[in-house]
C-alpha cells in the first residue's frame, strides 16, 4: 500500500495510435486537473497529442522518454501488455509505481480496463493502492570472458536461428554444470510473468507470478526427451550456440533485438537492482485472469 499523494503522473501511449485516444485524453487531462495533478507525455508524443488536443491543456508537458521513470510520481500505461513492458523494461532504481490500462485485445498483465479505472485512479492518486513487484531478469553477452552488451526482460528472452528455417544448436549450463545440448527451432527463457505468453504456447507451464523461477521451453525441440524445465531464479544460465559459423536472433520481450556471434555466451541471471512496482486492481486475482482470459480450467456443458 502507497500513502504520498500523486502530483506528477507521466502518461505513456500505445505508439501509433491517434483515434483510440481521441476521446479519452481530453476527459483525463481535465480529470487531473481538477484534482491538481500535473500530465506529462513524452516528447516523442508531442505531434500525436497536437491531433487530439485543440490546444494543449495548461496541466500537461513533455518529458524526454530516458528521463520520466526519476521524475514522476506516477506512471500510467495506457495500450496492451506491449505498451506495458516496454514502459518496464525502462525502468530504474527510482521508478515510481506503473498504472497499467488495458486499451488492445488481451490485456493479461494490464490489470485494468478502459471503462473501469477511472474508479482506481481516484483512489490511486490519494495514495490508497495496492503494489506488487515484478522482477526483470538480466541479459548479458560475454565475449572472451567480458560482458560486452547487457540489456533486461521482463517476460521472455527467445533463441532462435538467424536464417529462415533452419535448426539452431545451443549448449545450455548452469554455473557448476552442464545441463543440455538442444537442437530445434529454438529456446525460450521465461519469468513467471511470461509464463502465459510465448513459453505456453510452445507447451511451457503457467507458473504463479510470486514463484521465484524461470522456465526454459524447447521450441520444437529435435529429440521429444526435450521437456520444460522450471529452474529457480537465483541461478545463472549460460547459454552458447553450437555453430561455428552463424549467429544466433535474441529477443528481448518481442521488444529489443540482439545478435550472438559464434564463441560467445549470454548469460541470464536475476537482477538485483531492477524490479517494477505495479499497481494491482483488487478486483481481479491471478486465478481470475486466467479464467477470464483464457477460460481456463472452465466446465464445458
Not at 485512479?121 to 515484478?134: C, P, Y
Request: aromatic share 8%.
Amino acid at each position: 500500500m502507497g500513502d504520498k499523494p500523486i502530483k506528477k503522473v507521466t502518461v505513456v501511449l500505445k505508439p501509433h495510435l491517434i483515434a483510440e485516444f481521441s476521446a479519452v485524453l481530453p476527459n483525463l487531462c481535465t480529470w487531473f486537473a481538477r484534482r491538481k495533478v500535473h500530465v506529462q507525455f513524452l516528447t516523442r508524443d508531442e505531434s500525436r497529442l497536437k491531433l487530439v488536443f485543440k490546444q494543449i491543456p495548461k496541466n500537461v508537458s513533455f518529458i524526454d522518454e530516458d528521463k520520466y521513470h526519476n521524475f514522476s510520481d506516477l506512471i500510467l500505461s495506457l495500450g496492451g501488455d506491449g505498451t506495458l513492458i516496454g514502459v518496464c523494461r525502462q525502468s530504474t532504481k527510482h521508478s515510481p509505481p506503473i498504472f497499467g490500462v488495458n486499451m488492445g485485445r488481451l490485456g493479461f498483465i494490464t490489470e485494468f480496463s478502459k471503462s473501469e479505472f477511472f474508479d482506481e485512479l481516484d483512489e490511486v492518486i490519494k495514495g490508497r493502492m495496492n503494489i506488487v513487484k515484478a522482477q526483470l531478469y538480466k541479459i548479458e553477452i560475454i565475449d572472451q570472458g567480458k560482458s560486452i552488451e547487457s540489456s533486461f526482460f521482463l517476460n521472455d528472452a527467445v533463441f532462435n536461428k538467424n536464417h529462415i528455417s533452419r535448426m539452431i544448436y545451443l549448449t545450455v549450463e548452469n554455473e557448476s554444470e552442464h545441463i543440455y545440448d538442444l537442437s530445434g527451432d529454438g529456446l525460450i527463457v521465461s519469468s513467471p510473468i511470461g509464463s502465459t505468453a510465448y513459453s505456453l504456447a510452445a507447451g511451457g507451464p503457467i507458473i504463479h507470478p510470486q514463484v521465484g523461477s524461470l522456465v526454459m521451453t524447447p521450441i520444437c525441440a529435435h529429440s521429444l526427451t526435450h521437456r520444460p524445465i522450471v529452474i529457480p531464479d537465483n541461478m545463472n544460465i549460460f547459454v552458447k550456440s553450437q555453430d561455428k559459423d552463424d549467429p544466433v536472433n535474441l529477443t528481448l520481450d518481442g521488444q529489443q533485438l540482439l545478435t550472438v556471434h559464434p564463441y560467445q555466451t549470454v548469460k541470464i541471471s536475476k537482477s538485483k537492482a531492477r524490479f517494477v512496482q505495479l499497481v494491482h486492481n483488487p478486483e481481479r486475482s491471478f486465478f481470475h485472469t486466467l479464467k477470464v482470459k483464457f477460460t481456463h480450467g472452465r466446465r464445458e456443458i
